[in-house]
């Protein structure tokens, strides 16, 4: 069956400028581009959230509607069943807030997919989500989890008002259940985004800090600390642009461009399905509508991980944020700094 969607391109305005060329760099240095196979299949189940962050890269919000629909919720359990996907990665928005985030999630477990959940800790504390901890811990589900800082002043003003009181009680809640735990089976995970225009420092360097201070001071625990560049799309490109940091940021991106985390970028070895449907070859080109290939299948219903591997990988400037010093991907860093 063949997709009758369009390929949707970015606007020019949606693309941070530089005057360096992605691809050229690529090519200047003898690179190209191309997927692996497909390890992951990272499915975005909508934009609502019960936060606003400034940095968020998916313009979410609680006034978003873009929610998946359980129709494409079954294609995506069908396409897991029939490929045996190994991991299927959830986010949003807060993922949770889609209706169907638990019947997905049971589901594609069932299948046999290992399932990490990109979750915010605060939607914890919304209506019908307070046994969020339990029902993770009963699915084995891996909990991946922004916190821009462990202190309350960086995190609040990146996030909101009152975010880091209750992200440090969503800890304590999923600690509780065993998430963090030397020993345990259940994975936690924090994510750091820089709190501004800048570049993540070391992430094992940080990571020690964060274990360091969250145990001593709030007795919290987790497992590995990821360390991600902002992407210059969406809000935090607005951001960019309103403070006169644009030319900046993707000055100092460019600069520190790394050819060693060419090959462990996210992008060959995942697909990003949208709350549509559409595929993507990472949730960021998802972000502002730049398709697979056009040669390739659009939508997944129409996915095969045969026809996926080896494919070329659309690009633009924003992937610059994904080859800067130590690289940045959903699981932290990806290379050595040059």
């Not at 985030?101 to 605060?122: D, E, I, W």
């Amino acid at each position: 069956m063949s997709s009758v969607l369009p390929v949707i391109q970015p606007s020019t305005e949606s693309q941070p400028r530089t005057n360096v060329d992605f691809d050229e760099k690529l090519a200047a240095l003898g690179i190209e581009l191309r997927s692996a196979r497909v390890d992951t299949l990272q499915v975005n189940v909508g934009k609502l959230c019960n936060q606003a962050c400034k940095h968020c890269h998916v313009d979410a919000s609680p006034s978003r509607t873009e929610i998946m629909t359980r129709e494409t919720a079954e294609a995506i359990i069908d396409a897991v069943r029939r490929f045996h996907i190994p991991t299927v990665d959830i986010t949003g928005g807060a993922p949770e807030l889609n209706p169907s985030f638990r019947y997905l999630v049971t589901k594609v477990r069932a299948a046999g997919s290992h399932v990490m959940v990109r979750h915010n800790l605060t939607v914890m504390f919304e209506t019908g989500q307070e046994d969020l901890p339990e029902f993770f811990g009963a699915n084995a589900i891996e909990v991946v989890s922004s916190l821009p800082y462990f202190l309350e002043e960086p995190t609040d003003a990146q996030r909101g008002r009152g975010v880091f009181e209750k992200s440090i009680e969503a800890l304590r809640r999923l600690n509780a259940v065993g998430y963090g735990i030397v020993n345990s089976r259940l994975i936690l995970n924090l994510v750091y985004n820089p709190v501004g225009a800048f570049l993540p420092p070391p992430q094992q360097s940080i990571e020690a800090d964060f274990k360091r201070e969250l145990i001593n001071r709030y007795g919290v625990s987790f497992n590995r600390l990821f360390t991600i560049t902002n992407m210059p799309i969406k809000r935090f490109l607005d951001y960019l642009r309103r403070s006169g940091n644009e030319e900046r940021y993707m000055r100092k991106l460019v600069e520190a461009f790394n050819p060693g985390t060419v090959q462990g970028l996210m992008c060959r070895t995942m697909v990003s399905v949208d709350w549509t449907g559409r595929l993507y070859d990472c949730d960021f080109n998802q972000m502002l509508e730049l398709g697979v290939a056009p040669e390739l299948p659009q939508t997944i219903t129409d996915f095969h991980p045969e026809t996926f591997a080896q494919r070329r990988i659309m690009t633009g400037p924003h992937c610059f944020g994904c080859t800067a010093g130590s690289g940045s991907s959903c699981g932290g860093q990806v290379a050595a700094c040059a």
